[in-house]
């Protein structure tokens, strides 16, 4: 009798945690990026962002976003792929208008320290999705490129979905593939952070904003019931979350000495 007194009080109650909870999914793996975004712009640096994180990311939810089509799931998770694509759209964007000035501003500075009046300041040359050239890719001249490149996967496939979509067997790895390809995001960063023993330059919080936000989005898919891929590959995800924080642990403790003139490079995880 009492517990059907409180009913006025928690349905709202639970529909509420409900929508905060699926805001949260949406929203929430797109929140580290937005200080990078803005120190990026702040500084106009961008070698601290690899953009191959903005690859991954963009295959990873293009193919979640086809695997819907053939087994639906939470709409939380497609929208949330839709609002990343969104994201790292952005992040590239940025990323290229600071890449391509800088390279510009270096020509220019060259060109004034040998004090080379006669010659003409010569741009790098543009790069283009069109090229083909290997050595090149994901390295683009023009925001333009990248769309072109996405599009270009994007309808390839959705082709090939659209021919096996009636193949179980298709639609399960196409699920598959969608969330390990996510899932391997930190590797990069793991295996560099190993190589170099070393994690100079890499942002503890931006780890520890991951490690909660993978923990999240795990749990959440358990309590869901969402596809068995997504809970596999969400608790892979917080295993090299961790691993990297260990890393960082130990090399704390045990800091290697660093060589003369050594550079580091860019994080991969954008960390």
Not at 2 to 10: F, N, Q, R, V
Not at 160 to 170: H, N, R
Not at 195 to 212: A, C, D, Y
């Amino acid at each position: 009798m009492e517990a059907k007194g409180l009913d006025w009080l928690l349905v709202p109650l639970h529909q509420l945690v409900s929508w905060g909870a699926a805001a949260a999914m949406v929203f929430g793996g797109v929140v580290p990026y937005i200080p990078q975004y803005r120190d990026i712009r702040r500084t106009q640096n961008a070698e601290g962002f690899s953009t191959y994180v903005c690859l991954v990311l963009l295959v990873a939810n293009i193919l979640r976003i086809l695997f819907w089509f053939g087994r639906h799931f939470e709409s939380p998770l497609l929208w949330q792929s839709v609002v990343m694509i969104l994201t790292m759209l952005l992040m590239l964007r940025l990323c290229t208008e600071v890449r391509v000035a800088n390279e510009l501003n270096v020509k220019r500075r060259f060109f004034a320290a040998a004090d080379n009046k006669d010659e003409e300041i010569r741009v790098a040359p543009k790069r283009s999705y069109l090229d083909l050239d290997p050595h090149h890719f994901w390295r683009w001249s023009s925001f333009g490129d990248y769309v072109q490149c996405v599009l270009a996967f994007t309808g390839v496939a959705g082709y090939v979905t659209y021919l096996s979509i009636d193949s179980a067997l298709f639609v399960e790895t196409l699920g598959f593939l969608a969330v390990l390809t996510e899932a391997m995001l930190g590797v990069p960063q793991l295996y560099r952070n190993h190589r170099l023993q070393s994690t100079e330059g890499m942002s503890i919080k931006m780890v520890l904003m991951w490690t909660s936000g993978d923990t999240f989005k795990t749990a959440y898919f358990l309590l869901n019931g969402a596809p068995l891929q997504f809970s596999v590959c969400g608790l892979l995800q917080v295993l090299v979350d961790l691993a990297i924080l260990g890393q960082a642990y130990a090399f704390t403790r045990h800091p290697l000495k660093p060589a003369p003139h050594a550079t580091h490079p860019a994080s991969a995880k954008a960390l």
